[in-house]
């Protein structure tokens, strides 16, 4: 297994799933500089902790993890360059400390659910807290706030019980035009992991959904 650094040499369009895997264990096991104490906001105004790889830094990526995981902040490496080395979103950086993966492949993703129920062909259920911990709800909670929406409902939904989308009611959100729907399904997945599969759907019809 290569080390960080040579990792980090490997150009942008040979990084793929292997080096991905090779860098998220090296990358954990480093340490890096902080280039600024407070988050900035990125270029998809999201807040990220800038930081920086160097042969001399001090600060253990483990740590850093675990500080940020509950705070609603994403992580950037090596920001100054062209292209940054990595970007972390949330999701990404919660799901690590609560599972010491930033997300999971297909053959990894089990259903997570409180308990799991049948309605005609339609199988539904509240997530677990390994899903979505109570400090991750919080953070969605006061995002939604923010944007003026108060009692947000979610329900996870599936027809075969295996293959499971978190669905956030319409009408909850204020049942925003069908233009702004992959626009809100994409800020709501930047605190969540890629792996998870998002979708804004209406209750009419479907089994009741829970408060977020």
Known sequence: MKNLDDLLNVAAERRDTDWENQFFVQFTNSTVNILSPDPQVGPDNWPYLLVESDVDAKESVQKILHWLHDKGI????NPTEEYPDYVFTYGMIWHFKETG????????????VVEIQKNASIYYGQPSESFMPTYVRKILLDFFRD????G????LLSDDNKNFDLCFS??????PPT????????AISWFLPPHYSIVLISETGLPPFGAL
Not at 147 to 150: D, E, P
Request: hydrophobic share 40%; net charge negative.
């Open 74 to 77: 994403g992580l950037v490496l």
């Open 170 to 175: 319409l009408e909850s959100l204020g049942n």
């Open 101 to 112: 993966l930033f997300y999971k492949t297909i053959d990894q993703i089990k259903p997570e």
């Open 179 to 186: 233009k702004e729907h992959q626009g809100i399904a994409e």
């Open 152 to 155: 947000v409902k979610i329900n």
């Open 147 to 150: 944007q003026g929406l108060l």
